[in-house]
């Protein structure tokens, strides 16, 4: 008869429950991450004014974390995202700075509110466009192309800024992440339908099988059928459109842009997707557990910063973190095959 139970350090633990903590690992963790904090700061951490600030900080990263997400999936990285969202974010900003301001990158001409918005989400969706190309057919590996995107991204905020700040933004462009319905952030609104597209997206339409389904085995997505290629460029081209938005929200939220924006963003949107429990070996992960882990990793940040950890030491633990969730991740399917 087969034993339908295990032993964790001598407990029996029965085949039920495990089955449950592996699938739902994300979220036993966020909800012991949010009981933790509440205790160490006695409720402070559970309070609204808390919370509300901990989706205002986060909105922008659920943006890059959808679109490296969704890549993640196809078994690929990007790891231009967040001067992507840098460029886009001072691209955006250039066109929303008050006509009389002196510095202004256009002194005295005033641009309609879409003007910045579509200009912003343009640049993302550009460069989304060419990483999925020099991915898709030129065959570069992911992890080399996006590196040199991002170094490309990166030189034109130094070119297009002259390396300065962009300043005296408009107050009716710094409300689209500053305002609030009622006692609810716009950027969770945002978030929230940001989320139920891609949900929609990767869950509910056949390209979202696709994604899958080439995430899993290329090959075998090819011969059944996918034009892998095309899929791929549209991925990253939804990603970079994500992106685009991300730095406006960025912009509007900080009230500018400068050339150190969107600077190591790569890394929380990476690690926090990883926490979520997509996979790097392709073909697994949730929009769900893509916002879990987004908000773990933001718990893990709130929590540290109340606890008066240095910021140089923040960066070590949120690369503890990355490699300690892929080698769970690598365990975890090794274990399967």
Known sequence: ??????????????????????????????IAMLIFLGVITNGAALRIGSLQNLVVAEAVRAFAALGVGMIIITRGIDLSLGQVIGLSACVASSF???ADYNSALYAGQEFALWVPVVAGITVGALFGLFNGILV?????????ATLGSMS?????????????????????YKVISQGFLGPIPYLLLYVLVAAFVIWVLMNHTKQGKSIYAIGGNAMAAKVSGINVKAQLVRVYLYAGI?????????SARLGLANPLTGNDMELDAIAAVTVGGISHAGGVGTVGGMMIGLMTLGLINFGMTFLGVNSYFQLLVKGGIIILAVYMDMRKHSRKE
Not at 7 to 13: L, V
Not at 242 to 250: F, M
Request: glycine share 8%; hydrophobic share 40%; charged share 10%.
């Open 1 to 30: 008869m087969e034993n339908t139970n295990s032993k964790i350090a001598g407990i029996k633990i029965p085949a039920k429950l495990k089955n449950i903590l592996s699938t739902h690992t994300s979220l036993i963790t966020f």
């Open 96 to 98: 929303s700075q008050t």
């Open 136 to 144: 898709a057919y030129g065959n570069i590996p992911p992890f080399i």
């Open 152 to 172: 490309i991204a990166r030189g034109f905020k130094l070119i297009y800024t002259q390396a300065s700040t962009l300043g005296s933004l408009k107050n009716e």
């Open 242 to 250: 994500l992106y685009g938005i991300a730095g406006i929200l960025l």
